[in-house]
């Protein structure tokens, strides 16, 4: 595709809390321009193919979001070896996604045309949702915002020649692609017409499973026709999306409305990492971090009350409890990507969020994934009667009982070590909440702060919940929730 | 020799615990059942909380379900899980309400139905934050699995041998923080350990009034804390202070000597 070689690269220097691209990640509202841009990477074949392949945005689509704005915040973090390990963390990440798509075409997450346009696109996003706002960029702000887009590629491939040099050559490139370069993708598909109306809750509302999804069923169409009437002309009539009367209309009225909201209200509430808290209090960080996790807290409390004093729903027989929690537990947490089976993209998502959680370096990262794969190995030759190279949910109910295992117990500790940052055989509390978030679960109170997990305490813990014996606030946070 | 270091003459014992025996034996007198008598033991257990909460308590521990009471016929079991589901659920407000902290001791075995755990769970959550008095249930607990597990735990965290004390080894025991055991209630007249709390009870005294667990009331309990009160508790020290006051003989609960 487009391809300009005449410029100079940009100076990833300029990357840092100073960028103009950090004032724009700051605001909640950024996070729709995320998912807008992620529909318009859906729709390039191979983004698509590997979105559906391997990501696990379908089945859980906040963590593709917040991940998303956690990689933007570490680059522009003001310790340059932080964005440094973040880019070099992202390049490992991509180049374990390649593979061949249902028509026979070969995708690979490291293609640099596709990741170009993973940047392109996010740049149009952000501009296109800033002008919806109703405050449109000047000339000279959006060229900054887009050296500091093209800064971005140049970190992540080494040189941004796939992205055209300047903003004024960028829109060619742009409608080029939208014109000739996108699809009609399922995982664009997916995006569009399934996500919205099925999207789990943020984990804060998890409890009032009821609540949510009235809320859904009334923000939903809305987000979702706001998102399809921002979409470029071409992709709309691609995908088949009818011009429905006042969407545009509406879509200006979400954004500005807002837009508005984040004038009136104080800004630390409109800002994404308050939002953020909120909706999934485990990833709160900082000052706030305290309030979410007494409010967590309450809330954790509120909810166990609540289902002490609701009424016994006549209990289930015993018999056929242990197959169903399996059949939860497969659903919830082996089952990444959503799609019915386990296989190895499954327990691939899973390394690949620890790694992100742990800020891993690439030796730690390589032992992680190898100690999956050694997993993986496992529950196929143990599980995959079929040898169909996967692991269905009849299959895994079947066995599940007999999954004490060898593989699983070097995951733990393998597990264990990566998050023993200072290596003195024992989790502190800031490496527990390193990985999961939140405070240590158990009983701390008498002994006081400096309560540490042992390696057994550590181990035995991820087999419990692993075997689907036993729930875990922190492995629930990592794994099935968001 | 005092291991604890505490008064050896605490009016009130920090930790008591209840071996909760008779409930069959209360219901065969009345031709009643078996689980007649577990259902009557509900009321037992919290008049028992009570009591202990208002005589300043601090700890107590109830004996409910060991590792070997799976072996009971399935039936009861059934019964019991669904008994214990109920009378958890019935309480856990007012539990909370008063400030008690709920713990479980076991409850590890996949035979408990997930409501239950589910349930459990709850409750521990909810009373999480209470400082009041510490109710600690021994459900599906053995006293040797919890020594097996520690030495397990030492073994994997690869500590050293010479390392290994017995401070160090309480650690990995469940709930480090509990302190020992007191003193130990056995109704029914029953005197045996029957796997309860192996370590915690090394220094414990122990009473074993005659009454049936279903009949037991504050007024039992209040005696019991009151043979406590009168027993000379020397921790394996050789020489008595009063030793013309031999316990066994002014308990009047004490069936017999041993």
């Known amino acids: 595709m487009s391809v300009d070689t005449s410029a100079g690269q940009p100076d990833i220097s300029i990357l840092g809390p100073g960028a103009s691209l950090n004032t724009y990640c700051q605001d909640a509202r950024w996070g729709l321009a995320v998912i807008r841009a ?59 996604i390649a593979g061949v798509d249902p028509k026979g075409r070969p995708y690979n997450a490291m293609d640099a045309d596709a990741r170009a346009w993973v940047v392109g696109s996010l740049f149009e996003s952000t501009v296109n949702l800033s002008r919806m706002s109703g405050v449109s960029m000047d000339a000279a702000e959006m060229e900054r915002l887009y050296e500091e887009f093209r800064a971005i590629l ?69 987000i979702s026709e706001f998102l399809k009437a921002t979409l470029p002309e071409p992709v709309r009539q691609r995908a088949g999306l ?44 900082g000052s706030g971090a305290q309030l979410v996790t007494a409010l967590r807290r309450q809330q954790d409390r509120a909810a166990a009350l609540l289902r002490l004093l609701s009424p016994l729903s006549g209990d289930a027989p015993a018999e056929g409890s242990a197959a169903r929690s399996a059949d939860r537990f497969f659903a919830e947490v082996l089952d990444q990507t959503g799609d019915g089976y386990v296989s190895w993209p499954d327990l691939a998502a899973m390394a690949r969020e620890i790694a992100s959680r742990l800020d891993l370096d690439a030796d730690g990262e390589e032992r992680l994934f190898d100690a999956f794969a050694g997993w993986w190995r496992e529950l196929a030759n143990a599980l995959d ?33 990566a998050t023993d940052k200072d290596d003195d055989q024992s989790i502190s509390a800031a490496e527990h909440r390193a990985l999961f978030r939140t405070a240590f679960s158990r009983d701390v109170e008498t002994s006081g702060e400096d309560v540490r997990y042992t390696r057994s305490e550590f181990v035995r813990e991820f087999l419990a919940f692993m075997a689907g014996r036993k729930g875990s606030a922190g492995y629930d946070s990592l794994l099935t929730q968001a | 020799m005092n291991p ?25 007198q009345r031709r009643l059942p078996r689980t007649a008598g577990h259902r009557a033991a509900e009321a037992a257990v919290i008049d028992v909380i009570e009591a202990a909460r208002a005589a300043g308590v601090r700890w107590l521990s109830l004996y409910a379900f060991s590792t070997e009471n799976w072996r009971r016929p399935s039936d009861e079991i059934d019964f019991l899980m669904g008994l214990v589901r109920r009378t958890l659920r019935k309480h856990a407000l007012s539990m909370c309400a008063r400030g008690i902290r709920c713990r479980f001791l076991g409850v590890s075995d996949p035979r408990i139905p997930p409501g239950l755990a589910r349930d459990i769970a709850d409750l521990v959550e909810l009373t999480r934050g209470n400082r009041g008095m510490t109710l600690t249930i021994a459900f599906d607990h053995g006293g040797r699995r919890d020594i097996v597990e520690a030495a397990r735990a030492l073994i994997r965290d690869r500590v050293p041998a010479d390392q290994v004390t017995e401070e160090s080894f309480a650690r990995y025991l469940p709930h480090p923080d509990t302190p020992d055991v007191d003193l130990v209630i056995r109704t029914s007249g029953e005197q045996r350990i029957s796997n309860f709390m192996l370590w915690q009870v090394a220094y414990a005294e122990w009473v074993f ?25 020397r921790f394996g020290g050789v020489r008595p202070r009063f030793p013309d006051l031999d316990p066994e003989l002014t308990d009047p609960l004490v069936k017999g000597s041993r």
């Not at chain 1, 807002?258 to 999934?280: F, K």
Request: glycine share 6%; charged share 25%.
């Open chain 1, 242 to 285: 009818g011009e429905l009367p006042g969407s545009h209309l509406l879509a200006r009225g979400v954004y500005l409305g807002t837009g508005v909201a984040s004038r009136v209200l104080p800004e630390s509430w409109t800002r994404t990492d308050t939002m953020i808290g909120l909706l999934d209090p485990s990833r709160a960080e």
């Open chain 1, 154 to 222: 140049v970190l992540l491939e080494g040189n941004a020649d796939h992205l055209p040099a300047t903003v004024t050559d960028f829109w060619p490139y742009f409608e080029d692609v939208i014109d000739r370069g996108l699809e009609n993708t399922e995982a664009m598909r997916i995006i569009l017409f399934e996500l919205f109306g099925r999207m789990p809750a943020p984990p804060l509302l998890r409890p009032y499973p009821a609540l949510w999804s009235a809320g859904r069923a009334m923000a939903g169409p809305v």
């Open chain 2, 209 to 233: 009034p005659e009454v049936l667990w279903p009949d037991f009331r504050a007024e039992h309990f209040s005696e019991c804390l009151h043979v406590y009160r009168n027993r000379e508790r």
């Open chain 1, 38 to 96: 992620t529909i318009l990477e859906a729709a390039h074949p191979q983004i698509g193919a590997a979105l559906i392949e391997n990501s696990t945005f379908v089945a859980h689509p906040w963590r593709r979001v917040f991940n998303t704005l956690l990689s933007v915040q570490r680059i522009l973090d003001a310790d340059p070896r932080v964005r440094d390990r973040e880019a070099a963390r992202l390049n490992r990440l991509h180049a374990r």
């Open chain 2, 4 to 28: 604890k270091g505490s008064d050896t003459r605490a009016s009130v014992p920090r930790h008591v615990a209840c071996v909760m025996d008779g409930n069959g034996r209360w219901a065969r």
């Open chain 1, 385 to 417: 009667d079929d040898g169909d190279g996967r692991v269905s949910r009849a299959e895994y109910a079947a066995a599940a009982s007999s999954l004490a295992s060898p593989a699983l117990v070097r995951v733990a500790e393998v597990l264990f070590d």
